[in-house]
DNA sequence: CTGAAAGCGCTAACAC
DNA sequence: GTGTTAGCGCTTTCAG
């Protein structure tokens, strides 16, 4: 229905020679006598001919096309970091001539690796299954933002534990010892390695991480709020809140303005992703930046070694980098 | 290589039954008798069995996957207009159960419409040929963001002439004469449209669009900035600017800010977009809303119609709004 | 309602 | 180097 029509075969009666000739021009020109590529080349052209891909792919040929696997988790799809890995892998594959095929994955594991090549997983969130059953399947793939030990699967991850650890240590560093961590949902795997890095820099220098300063919000806007409502409450505010993502710090920030908390003066506070939406204006946030481009490029390069030429599973971690900008300040002694 | 290796034929001997019965199963389970239903049912979930979707395209069925095409012109996978694009059709195409196939297209149309069944134009700049091609191979589709009168296309655009009449109107209402317009690249169609309603505003009321306060940005923050200087080195400062994007606009407001320029005191500014960005914070901007993730989810829903009902090609037009905040004010007459 | 069989357009042995 | 031919896994007549 949505073909030119056009196959292989007219390709061959324009040019006189035979189908399996059209094939190996499609796919191996040097292996053509001049004469008969020129002629192909000219039918080719003269028809506007594309090869249907899926019957390339049936017959064991190539596509080129990724699957990207994004977790339908809640609102991922609308974070900073997915959009980001979105762009990056899209920028990475353009640049390669391949083709993306993005699925958004909810709960019922009915992705079809059959239209594509290889597959990027950005984060495993619940869909551990899927990512079983492609293992399963032989498909070759990639993980980005979850490291995977139990299986024998490539992944780029970056090291969330230095992360929180750095981001927890800097505000020690500045006098701070009454120190909240607002965490994500701790089921998922950077959110639990950047509150595990905070606990460490706060133990490290022989102070703890409170539970009451230990906060849930699951990345979300909504539950920071609450968690900043009942800390606001309490008599006893920390000084400094390192949170889980720039989102989370952001809800902080506005809450903070809205309630008069001097931010950093009173309020120290410090994010993760480097989201520019929060590099700029009046306040800068200080905040820990992730290399998401980089870990696209990466995660692309890893799956196009693994398909071309058969390369083992590859372990990639990156380092984070502590941004220094407004909203952090020397605690002072009153 | 990338499949679970379990066909038909293991699902048909497993139950029991022909492999075009499984097929039946597969593509109208009603058809089947209670009993084999039931059969073939056990066997495809205990041989989790996946049919190879480029066979079941060869063979003549449906593979459920909708194309995207965006332009590779310049930054455009990096606006905000283009991202809101990929979102809103990727939400509206996961609520059908229909996987998205991203494809940027540079200059050299080498997409290959065989891996979907229908395909979304987010635009169409520069590539018209590749347009033309896709509609001569019947491929179904729809283009967002141009009005293709000459082709029997189905599109979904909104009132870019209007949006810039209002716009302009707007700020003549407030007094402003000295107006300028901060054009996109005149070659996208909406960039065009846009300075022909501020144009036609301005001559509505009696006034002129000055050829010095015309200024080709082609969206761009480098070229916005470079006109900004020319014409602040200029002694003939326009008090008003309408932009033809939040993003232009963005970048008057950092040249104001910079220069010391008092906005909306001594320059009153209107962007084109509503980017969240730009709509909070001490100074929000007042622009014209596109409502682009109900353009994404018409343009999802058209071409449903036109592959599951074989519908004609429909031409949508929606209306913009004006938003308005802190960025106009009327003028002082001094 | 079900089975047999003929392709869909392409690639990949296998001969020549 | 090139042509012939046998499938790849599925849908779809066509009989029964």
């Given at each position: 229905?949505?073909?030119?029509?056009?196959?292989?075969?007219?390709?061959?009666?324009?040019?006189?020679?035979?189908?399996?000739?059209?094939?190996?021009?499609?796919?191996?020109?040097?292996?053509?006598?001049?004469?008969?590529?020129?002629?192909?080349?000219?039918?080719?052209?003269?028809?506007?001919?594309?090869?249907?891909?899926?019957?390339?792919?049936?017959?064991?040929?190539?596509?080129?096309?990724?699957?990207?696997?994004?977790?339908?988790?809640?609102?991922?799809?609308?974070?900073?970091?997915?959009?980001?890995?979105?762009?990056?892998?899209?920028?990475?594959?353009?640049?390669?001539?391949?083709?993306?095929?993005?699925?958004?994955?909810?709960?019922?594991?009915?992705?079809?690796?059959?239209?594509?090549?290889?597959?990027?997983?950005?984060?495993?969130?619940?869909?551990?299954?899927?990512?079983?059953?492609?293992?399963?399947?032989?498909?070759?793939?990639?993980?980005?933002?979850?490291?995977?030990?139990?299986?024998?699967?490539?992944?780029?991850?970056?090291?969330?534990?230095?992360?929180?650890?750095?981001?927890?240590?800097?505000?020690?560093?500045?006098?701070?010892?009454?120190?909240?961590?607002?965490?994500?949902?701790?089921?998922?795997?950077?959110?639990?390695?950047?509150?595990?890095?905070?606990?460490?820099?706060?133990?490290?220098?022989?102070?703890?991480?409170?539970?009451?300063?230990?906060?849930?919000?699951?990345?979300?806007?909504?539950?920071?709020?609450?968690?900043m409502?009942?800390?606001?409450?309490?008599?006893?505010m920390p000084t400094a809140i390192?949170c889980?993502?720039?989102?989370?710090a952001s809800e902080v920030l506005s809450f903070a303005e809205e309630k008069d908390i001097a931010v950093p003066e009173s309020l120290s506070i410090i994010g993760?992703?480097?989201?520019?939406?929060l590099?700029?204006g009046s306040l800068m946030l200080t905040?820990?930046?992730?290399?998401?481009?980089?870990?696209?490029?990466?995660?692309?390069?890893?799956?196009?070694?693994?398909?071309?030429?058969?390369?083992?599973?590859?372990?990639?971690?990156?380092?984070?980098?502590?941004?220094?900008r407004d909203t952090v300040t020397?605690?002072?002694?009153?």
């Open positions: 229905m949505s073909s030119s029509n056009i196959t292989i075969k007219d390709v061959a009666k324009k040019a006189g020679v035979s189908i399996a000739t059209v094939s190996r021009f499609l796919n191996n020109p040097g292996s053509l006598k001049e004469n008969n590529r020129k002629k192909v080349e000219k039918a080719v052209e003269g028809l506007d001919y594309k090869p249907l891909l899926y019957a390339r792919r049936l017959a064991g040929g190539r596509i080129n096309t990724f699957g990207l696997i994004i977790p339908g988790y809640e609102g991922i799809f609308y974070s900073y970091f997915a959009l980001e890995i979105l762009r990056g892998v899209a920028a990475s594959l353009d640049r390669e001539g391949t083709d993306l095929h993005l699925h958004i994955s909810w709960d019922k594991d009915n992705f079809n690796s059959s239209l594509v090549e290889g597959v990027i997983f950005a984060d495993v969130i619940e869909n551990d299954q899927q990512l079983k059953r492609l293992l399963k399947e032989k498909t070759p793939l990639v993980v980005i933002n979850k490291k995977i030990e139990n299986e024998d699967v490539s992944y780029v991850a970056i090291n969330n534990f230095k992360g929180g650890y750095d981001a927890t240590e800097f505000l020690i560093n500045h006098g701070h010892k009454k120190i909240a961590h607002f965490a994500g949902d701790l089921r998922v795997q950077c959110a639990q390695e950047r509150l595990d890095g905070a606990r460490a820099a706060m133990e490290k220098n022989g102070l703890k991480l409170l539970p009451e300063y230990t906060k849930i919000t699951n990345f979300s806007r909504k539950e920071t709020r609450e968690n409502e009942v800390l606001f409450a309490s008599s006893n390192f889980c993502s720039d989102e989370v993760f992703d480097d989201n520019p939406r590099s700029y905040t820990v930046r992730q290399p998401l481009i980089e870990m696209s490029s990466v995660a692309v390069r890893i799956l196009k070694d693994t398909i071309d030429k058969k390369m083992p599973p590859q372990r990639v971690i990156l380092d984070t980098e502590l941004i220094i020397f605690l002072k002694y009153s």
